[in-house]
């Protein structure tokens, strides 16, 4: 019965985290992986039913969302095409490298969720030692393998991954350092499962788009992220034990986490998405005729339902609140349910979904929550102890691996040059060819 409700709880989350990245598709970068992941830690405080962690579910899911978007640097466009090759050596490095890139996602986003709810009065959390840390790490890693060893995994693009995985192995030591080995646990496995999933999302693709099915397959290759991404982050947190934390806390530590997560990230995803371009390409693409007031609405609505849900949230979790802060499951539920359809709604708008079906993957995220929220419900406090050894470790990565190289076997076979198709290793380079 522990078990199941453990996978149940870990079904919501991952279920959470897919569909916000799918979601995440329509915005890429920085501010929509951080809107994302923001979701996935919030449905994981929902199912862990923890009082102590409501009270900071904020400051945790702001952690969590500034580290699962921390990986939206990363450039992996040409990645993506090395695994869409049709020899076995550029196709397994594509799925390799999108392994590494997926697991940074989740590791860094695992991690400081992690350590968000290992931080506790009793045991504080040195933040400003981490983050001065974590840039350390990721200048030295970055000149060092870039500038100096020019290590490229996608060259012409950018290497931006180097700086994460600095950024990754500072993380790391200041865990090992501080003995936060629940965060650390958190931090594997939520980046095996995010590592695995974009590896495995990309197989999808590729046999999608030789299908001949209409359908929006990079998408599902997104979703897999997550949803993976989800599953492993659930699954460290559930199976680790944590100190309890305080059961109120001052109102003045609510305020800038709050404002990170209703305003300031939404914001910003609205101000690089919502362009007048995007939005006059998308519109007349679904034949709406010049000079419709449905331009101007596309447009600007997003803002004013940010801005709206912003005051709203605003005033209930902070000004109606006394001196110490205590919120409650329903609190959580009601913000949890209220953000994640923020996202779906401005996802509608920035494709045109409200108006037309010609992109009919955007009503799947909608029978995900449905689904969501009817699982939600049925979740009980799950929490085990699982231990694995060095040796276990050793043997699961080695079948990621293998199982990984097995994809790649099969997607060569069932296909021959693919468009958008790159080649990372047997191309000539450029000035031997211009010879």
Same mark, same amino acid.
Not at 72 to 81: A, E, F, H, K, Q
């Given at each position: 019965?522990?078990?199941? /409700?453990? *996978?149940?709880?870990?079904l919501? @989350?991952?279920?959470?985290?897919?569909?916000?990245?799918?979601?995440?598709?329509?915005?890429? *970068?920085?501010?929509?992986?951080?809107w994302?992941?923001?979701?996935?830690?919030?449905?994981l405080?929902?199912?862990?039913k !923890?009082?102590?962690?409501?009270?900071k579910?904020?400051s945790?899911?702001?952690?969590?969302?500034?580290?699962?978007?921390?990986g939206?640097?990363?450039?992996?466009?040409?990645? @993506?095409?090395y695994? !869409?090759?049709?020899?076995?050596?550029?196709?397994?490095?594509g799925l390799?490298?999108?392994?590494?890139?997926?697991?940074?996602y $989740?590791?860094?986003?695992?991690?400081?969720?992690?350590?968000?709810?290992?931080?506790?009065?009793?045991?504080?959390?040195?933040?400003?030692?981490l983050?001065?840390?974590?840039?350390?790490?990721?200048?030295?890693?970055?000149?060092?393998?870039?500038?100096?060893?020019?290590?490229?995994?996608t060259?012409?693009?950018?290497?931006?991954?180097?700086?994460?995985?600095?950024?990754?192995?500072?993380?790391t030591?200041?865990? =090992? !350092?501080?003995?936060?080995n629940?965060?650390?646990?958190?931090?594997?496995?939520?980046?095996?499962?995010?590592?695995?999933?974009f590896?495995?999302?990309?197989?999808l /693709?590729?046999? $999608?788009?030789?299908?001949?099915?209409?359908?929006?397959?990079?998408n599902?290759?997104e979703?897999?992220?997550?949803?993976?991404?989800?599953?492993?982050?659930s699954?460290?947190?559930l199976?680790?034990?944590?100190?309890?934390?305080?059961?109120?806390?001052?109102?003045?530590?609510v305020?800038?986490?709050?404002?990170?997560? @209703?305003? =300031?990230?939404?914001?910003?995803?609205?101000?690089?998405?919502?362009?007048?371009?995007?939005?006059?390409?998308?519109?007349?693409?679904?034949?709406?005729?010049? $000079?419709?007031?449905?331009?101007?609405?596309s447009?600007? %609505?997003?803002l004013?339902?940010?801005?709206?849900?912003?005051?709203?949230?605003f005033?209930?979790?902070y000004?109606?609140?006394p001196?110490?802060?205590?919120? %409650?499951?329903?609190?959580?539920?009601?913000?949890?349910?209220?953000?994640?359809s923020?996202?779906?709604?401005?996802?509608?708008?920035?494709t045109?979904?409200?108006?037309?079906?010609?992109?009919p993957e955007?009503y799947?995220?909608?029978i995900?929550?449905?689904? =969501?929220?009817?699982l939600?419900?049925?979740?009980q406090?799950?929490?085990?102890? *699982?231990?694995?050894?060095?040796?276990?470790?050793?043997?699961?990565?080695?079948?990621?691996?293998v199982?990984?190289?097995l994809?790649?076997?099969?997607? =060569?076979s069932? *296909?021959?040059?693919?468009?958008?198709a790159?080649?990372?290793?047997?191309?000539?380079?450029v000035?031997?060819?211009?010879?």
């Open positions: 019965m522990k078990d199941r /409700q453990l *996978h149940l709880s870990m919501v @989350v991952a279920l959470s985290l897919g569909t916000a990245w799918a979601i995440r598709g329509q915005f890429g *970068h920085e501010h929509g992986a951080a994302a992941g923001g979701i996935g830690c919030l449905s405080l929902l199912v862990a !923890r009082s102590d962690w409501y009270t579910f904020f945790a899911t702001m952690a969590g969302a500034l580290g699962w978007g921390l939206g640097i990363m450039s992996y466009g040409i990645v @993506v095409g695994g !869409r090759a049709d020899d076995f050596v550029n196709a397994y490095y390799m490298m999108l392994f590494v890139i997926g697991g940074l $989740g590791y860094i986003g695992g991690g400081l969720f992690g350590l968000a709810l290992a931080d506790t009065a009793k045991n504080p959390v040195k933040w400003a030692n983050m001065v840390e974590m840039i350390a790490g990721a200048t030295l890693f970055y000149f060092f393998m870039i500038i100096e060893f020019e290590w490229f995994m060259p012409p693009r950018s290497e931006m991954w180097a700086t994460c995985f600095g950024a990754a192995v500072a993380l030591w200041f865990m =090992i !350092r501080h003995q936060q629940s965060a650390l646990r958190v931090a594997v496995f939520s980046g095996l499962g995010g590592g695995f999933g590896a495995f999302g990309n197989f /693709q590729i046999l $999608g788009s030789i299908s001949g099915v209409k359908f929006n397959f990079w599902v290759m979703y897999t992220l997550g949803f993976f991404g989800g599953l492993g982050m699954y460290g947190t199976t680790s034990s944590w100190e309890k934390s305080e059961s109120s806390q001052k109102k003045s530590s305020l800038f986490p709050l404002l990170m997560i @209703v305003l =300031i990230i939404p914001f910003i995803m609205w101000q690089q998405n919502f362009e007048t371009k995007r939005i006059y390409d998308m519109l007349i693409k679904i034949n709406v005729l010049d $000079g419709s007031p449905l331009f101007a609405l447009e600007w %609505s997003g004013v339902l940010i801005v709206v849900f912003a005051l709203i949230w005033y209930k979790y000004i109606s609140q001196g110490n802060v205590i919120y %409650s499951y329903k609190e959580v539920h009601t913000f949890f349910v209220a953000h994640l923020l996202y779906i709604i401005l996802s509608w708008i920035i045109g979904a409200l108006i037309s079906t010609y992109r955007q799947l995220y909608a995900n929550l449905v689904v =969501i929220l009817i939600i419900n049925k979740t406090p799950s929490f085990a102890s *699982h231990t694995i050894g060095l040796r276990k470790w050793s043997l699961n990565m080695a079948g990621i691996v199982f990984i190289a994809l790649a076997l099969i997607a =060569i069932a *296909h021959d040059e693919l468009k958008g790159q080649k990372r290793f047997g191309v000539e380079p000035e031997e060819v211009a010879k």
